[in-house]
């Protein structure tokens, strides 16, 4: 567990206030809501009003405060983002694993894999935004189905690096051993093959929570995601597009700053994990000069008491 | 000697580390004289690489480099400017890297990358052409205007090293810093490359720095030698002091350590440090005379039997596939209780067997007996008693260890499957097998990462001991490690053969150490069985020019200045196009036309135990004559005249036919 919080705490300072922001969004997305000085979802009498004491970030063209919005809006989308790439994870390493392990040259393993890469070509053929959007016009703008479209576009990625990552591992020696050993090949993959190939996954499922946090804001922004009036940033921002010109600019440039912030602080955590864990798996790259790490059975030792 | 060409005074290299600064160089002084070879040796982490590299300034970053004094002919390294540095790297002396894979560019062309290093240091285009052939040619590389034209991946380990050389010379400099070049290759090109170097120099009078962990090539091509250790020089002096006459402890022992193939090793129990007597099994080993078990020793049933075993590997995709022969008709026996050493060359198919005894891996044709039953239809509960008989040692301890596993965990892995013993009696076994391997018991909860490479080896050992096998497979089990390491290592493995009655059957390149291991040996090259033999007759009197040439490769330590003859030209042929017939007869000195049509069948003399794929044996009068030449070229000839070893080829070729 200590060594796990090392990951986080030992890195650059940028990704120290990248953590920073991501854990605040986390948490506003549990709290936001109550942390709201009005409801997001009701209009005030105040309409296109600029930032001030009542409104400290301005209304909208409804007349809804900026603030409450922005700060409501991170239950909306980063729970859409974190939830559906943690389902894409699940699923898609699960898929990376079935199509990426040789389960010893097996062949009915050859062959599945041969479709669910297929079918994982088949998906990725189609641009991401473009699926997501059809993929919600079929089943109807709710958070459930946003959910899970952002979850089917984002797989095929986690399931091509898992397959990557799996393939390279296999043919590490250690699981020939545990081969000769006569552990069974779903053993394998789970106890050896799967712990070592994830790495380089879980460090871009952080950054995929950034591309999944714009994509929902996208989806929404064209009027194709989670269906007005929930507070999101993708809406509001489109709300207030047509004002910038007239110089209502908070409407649309604030809750900008704030998604463009956390989608920026996710890659770069995701950015620092990836650091983070290849230095430790180096095991510091200098451990190759120090004397101590062979001296021990060397002939050192013999030579001491010859 | 005149003014010596590089002057290192006090050198030191140190890196930071979370520990306070580490100085894997401290403070070492020496001096290279024109037109000398020297050797500079020393085990993993002694400093070695990081020395050479100073010699040109070459730190990698973070570390940081401080001599009291490095000078070049009569420039002061220490004070010139990058720029200045930068012209004399290349033009007046240059460096290569042990693997000549990663140190060539690899999208660009051989003649390219010269082409590019002569117009670095200002050669003019008109000449260009003419100094790249000139340098491919100066390196033995057949064919120069071909090689220029060739990608690093198109060239084969050896041609690689050689255009590695041929670009490190194009600019002619006066000092070569090779580090580990041979390593990578195997033993009948690394012959070659060592005869390239002595010629180098000869005609070139260059001087050379040659970091390397070999003694035998120390002794057999450098005049002086400098023995690292752990950051300092422990030793040093002319080639014949220091391996005649070792003075420091740490040499003696490195000395003692590498395997002889015409004596048996002194035992590196000699200088054993180890705290406390010997244990009661180790003064057993220091008894018992290692000698081959004679016929009544060795029951003569058979643990594997394999017939017309032939394995092959598709390459490439469909409409262009290709074979891959890393197998064909291997029949073979295994018997109870013997230790059987199968050595070969890259591409020769020995680690494919090992695996195919393992279960690894599956035949294309032919069939495996292990006892009664046929490993193909082993099932079920049949799979799982053969999976705890037979055990295998791979050749890399860093890979064939889980790194998220403790060393306790790895070996109660093996101990769960196959319910070896009480989940409560479990530490006590782990205990127990560590202790077989001679490593303490706190190393239970340590990570992989956290041992050498000999202690992760002792745990592979004790990890495959874990479910008490009867058979102890070993792939390359002491190559990834130092000399000193190795000598441990085997130790380990005969005294566990002792204990535990196991049947070993262990693959390596060096033949050396195969012969020291094995009662009976079989040599492989591309596929096929060449020879095999009970060991001692197998060194005394191979039959096979290929087995022949094989144990006359290695440099030996005890013969200084013997340059190792050439018996075998050029490199083995890829596995996928194997030549016809006897698929030596492509580099035999023996071959004649019969050979490139016919597959020689497996001669048998001595009553069947010792057998041959041979047309043309190699008589008594070749061995005697390439005695005497070998010799000769050494002894009776200053240093610097030693003859090329062409020649000595040329003699065996007249020796064979006429």
């Not at chain 1, 790495?199 to 922004?221: E, K, N, P, Q, R």
């Not at chain 2, 422990?234 to 005649?244: A, I, Q, Y």
């Not at chain 2, 319910?419 to 018991?441: F, K, N, T």
């Not at chain 2, 197998?538 to 290695?554: E, G, I, K, N, V």
């Amino acid at each position: 567990m200590m060594r796990h919080l090392q990951l986080l705490t030992r890195q650059r300072p940028r990704v120290i206030v990248a953590e920073l922001v991501v854990l605040a969004a986390v948490v506003l997305a549990v709290i936001g809501g109550w942390l709201a000085p009005y409801d997001p979802e009701q209009p005030t009498i105040d309409v296109l009003a600029g930032p001030s004491r009542t409104h400290l970030l301005g209304t909208d063209a409804s007349g809804i405060d900026v603030l409450s919005v922005v700060v409501a809006a991170f239950r909306v989308d980063v729970l859409i983002a974190v939830v559906s790439i943690g389902i894409s994870l699940i699923a898609g390493v699960g898929l990376g694993a079935l199509s990426g392990y040789s389960f010893n040259r097996s062949r009915s393993a050859g062959m599945s894999s041969t479709i669910i890469l297929r079918a994982l070509d088949l998906v990725q053929s189609i641009p991401v935004f473009i699926l997501a959007l059809a993929l919600v016009g079929m089943a109807g703008q709710s958070v459930r189905n946003v959910v899970i479209a952002v979850a089917f576009v984002n797989l095929p990625v986690f399931a091509r690096l898992t397959r990557s990552a799996i393939q390279g591992i296999e043919h590490r020696e250690f699981v020939s051993a545990s081969r000769a050993i006569g552990i069974r090949e779903f053993g394998i993959l789970r106890s050896h093959v799967m712990p070592n190939s994830l790495d380089s996954t879980i460090a871009y499922a952080s950054i995929a929570v950034g591309g999944a946090i714009l994509l929902t804001a996208g989806l929404s922004f064209l009027g194709a995601g989670v269906k007005p009036p929930t507070p999101e940033w993708g809406a509001e921002i489109a709300s207030g597009s047509g004002y910038i010109i007239t110089g209502e600019w908070w409407i649309s440039v604030i809750p900008g700053i704030v998604l463009s912030t956390v989608v920026l602080s996710f890659a770069l955590l995701g950015d620092g994990i990836r650091v983070a864990l290849q230095r430790a798996h180096r095991g510091g790259e200098l451990a190759e000069y120090e004397p101590s790490t062979f001296i021990e059975e060397s002939i050192e030792e013999r030579i001491g008491s010859a | 000697m005149s003014e010596p060409l590089l002057q290192v005074g006090n050198l030191r290299v140190s890196f930071p580390s979370s520990g306070g600064p580490m100085t894997p160089v401290r403070g070492i002084s020496f001096e290279l004289g024109r037109g000398e070879i020297v050797g500079l040796v020393g085990e993993s982490g002694s400093g070695k690489t990081l020395t050479g590299r100073s010699c040109l300034r070459l730190v990698p970053k973070p570390g940081a480099m401080e001599a009291d004094r490095l000078t070049f002919e009569d420039i002061d390294l220490l004070q010139t400017s990058q720029s200045t540095l930068r012209h004399l790297r290349g033009r007046r002396m240059a460096m290569i890297a042990q693997d000549p894979l990663t140190s060539l560019h690899p999208s660009l062309r051989i003649g390219t990358q010269i082409d590019n290093a002569l117009a670095d240091h200002g050669v003019p285009r008109a000449h260009r052409r003419d100094r790249i052939l000139e340098s491919l040619d100066s390196v033995g590389l057949p064919d120069p205007d071909r090689q220029a034209h060739s990608y690093s991946h198109q060239l084969s380990g050896g041609m690689r090293q050689r255009a590695m050389i041929a670009l490190a010379l194009s600019n002619g400099p006066s000092l070569l810093i090779a580090d580990e070049p041979t390593t990578a290759l195997d033993a009948t090109v690394q012959a070659q490359l060592l005869g390239l170097l002595v010629e180098l120099r000869n005609h070139r009078q260059m001087t050379v720095l040659l970091i390397t962990h070999n003694l035998g090539i120390i002794a057999s091509i450098c005049d002086r030698v400098l023995v690292m250790r752990a950051g300092e020089i422990v030793e040093s002096g002319t080639t014949t002091d220091v391996v005649r006459d070792p003075q420091h402890d740490y040499t003696k022992a490195l000395l003692a350590a590498v395997p002889r193939l015409d004596q048996p090793r002194m035992l590196p129990h000699t200088v054993d440090g180890r705290k406390g007597p010997p244990t009661v099994v180790e003064q057993q080993t220091l008894s018992v005379p290692s000698t081959a078990p004679t016929e009544e020793d060795t029951q003569r049933t058979p643990v594997f039997d394999l017939a017309g075993v032939t394995r092959h590997f598709p390459l490439g995709p469909l409409w262009r596939r290709e074979i891959v022969h890393a197998l064909d008709d291997i029949d073979l026996a295994v018997y109870q209780g013997e230790s059987l050493g199968i050595v070969g060359e890259s591409g020769s198919g020995k680690s494919t067997l090992v695996r195919l005894l393992a279960l690894l891996d599956q035949p294309t044709r032919g069939t495996i007996k292990f006892q009664t039953s046929e490993l193909a239809h082993l099932r079920g509960a049949d799979l799982k008693r053969f999976r705890s008989r037979v055990q295998i040692v791979f050749q890399d301890p860093y890979s064939s260890l889980d790194p998220r596993y403790t060393v306790a965990r790895s070996i109660q892995e093996a101990l769960r499957a196959h319910r070896v013993c009480d989940p409560s009696e479990e530490r006590g076994r782990i205990r127990e097998l560590l202790e077989q391997v001679r490593l303490s018991p706190q190393f239970a909860s340590r990570y992989p990462s956290e041992l050498s490479g000999g202690q992760r080896q002792r745990v592979c050992i004790a990890r495959a001991l874990a479910p008490r096998p009867e058979v102890l497979l070993a792939d390359e089990p002491v190559s990834a490690l130092d000399v000193s390491v190795q000598a441990q290592i085997v130790e380990l493995f005969e005294v566990l053969k002792r204990e535990e009655n196991l049947t070993l059957v262990m693959v390596a390149h060096d033949l050396a150490l195969v012969r020291e291991m094995s009662d009976r040996v079989i040599t492989l090259y591309l596929g096929r069985i060449a020879e095999e033999a009970p060991s001692k007759e197998y060194a005394d009197r191979p039959l096979h020019p290929y087995s022949f040439a094989l144990s006359r490769a290695t440099p030996d330590p005890d013969r200084i200045g013997y340059l190792p003859p050439i018996l075998a030209a050029g490199e083995p042929p890829s596995p996928v196009r194997p030549p016809t017939g006897c698929r030596f007869h492509t580099r035999c000195f023996n071959a004649q036309g019969r050979c490139a049509a016919e597959v020689p069948p497996l001669y048998s003399v001595n009553g069947g135990a010792h057998r041959f794929a041979c047309f043309y044996p190699v008589t008594e009068e070749q061995r005697v004559e390439l005695a005497r030449s070998g010799r000769a070229a050494a002894s009776d000839m200053p240093d610097h005249e030693k003859t090329p070893t062409g020649e000595t080829v040329d003699q065996i070729r007249e020796a064979g036919t006429g």
